[in-house]
């Protein structure tokens, strides 16, 4: 099931605190976006990836896209003011039936969802990642506990999105024109009454907001670096 993919990459990372884009930031000498772009390059079932940014640094991204030699980058879109218009900008570009729409910041995504999430959206007509909460959640208000929320139905969601294109550039439109900004782009579908599949995804696949982030991903990426290795070890390749 072929897709296409919009990666919104604009925003800056306040909470990050890197004094830049953290889609630069690097993991073991590579870029964020560089770890995220890879796995959609590497997916032959993805004939285009939708790079949504901020204009002010779009030398830098061409310079990264040359670097790493990436081939799927079928227009780089200018972002918005909130990540919604600018996953609406990148929509427009979209012709594949199927569209994903996944975090920039988010690289750990495994392959064996991806064909799953494309059916799923194909199907249904919109799927989301998800993992079930493993906190105890309670509702707070000027510091002081109101309740502890019963987590048994509560799910983290993640990204990639995935939704046929028609019915969520539609959802997009319907959200401007009522001034409406949703959470995540599965809530514009919710909003219109219609129902989101979940699929449930990994607790690896995170998304880098703060600087406590990073020393996850570093370990992230060791151990699947060392878990290649033991394989090729083994196989004696």
């Not at 772009?37 to 779009?58: Q, Y």
Request: proline share 4%; aromatic share 6%.
């Amino acid at each position: 099931m072929n897709y296409e993919v919009v990666i919104p990459a604009a925003g800056q990372g306040k909470r990050m605190n890197a004094g830049k884009n953290k889609q630069f930031i690097e993991l073991e000498g590579k870029p964020v976006i560089a770890h995220t772009l890879t796995v959609f390059e590497a997916d032959p079932s993805c004939t285009g990836i939708i790079l949504v940014i901020n204009e002010a640094e779009r030398d830098e991204f061409m310079d990264m896209i040359e670097r790493y030699s990436f081939s799927k980058i079928k227009k780089m879109a200018g972002g918005g003011a909130e990540r919604q218009e600018s996953v609406y900008n990148g929509l427009k570009h979209a012709s594949e039936p199927i569209v994903f729409i996944h975090d920039g910041a988010r690289p750990f995504i495994e392959y064996p969802v991806l064909q799953e999430l494309a059916a799923t959206a194909e199907r249904e007509g919109a799927a989301t990642l998800a993992v079930p909460v493993k906190d105890t959640i309670k509702r707070v208000e000027k510091g002081e506990v109101l309740e502890t929320v019963e987590r048994s139905s509560l799910w983290a969601v993640q990204t990639p999105q995935a939704f046929r294109l028609s019915e969520i550039l539609h959802a997009h439109k319907d959200a401007e024109l009522h001034h409406y900004q949703g959470t995540d782009d599965a809530s514009l579908i919710e909003r219109l009454q219609q129902k989101v599949h979940v699929i449930t995804g990994s607790y690896a696949n995170l998304k880098l907001t703060t600087p406590e982030d990073l020393l996850i991903a570093e370990a992230i990426l060791k151990q699947r670096k060392g878990e290649i290795n033991h394989d090729t070890n083994r196989t004696g390749i």
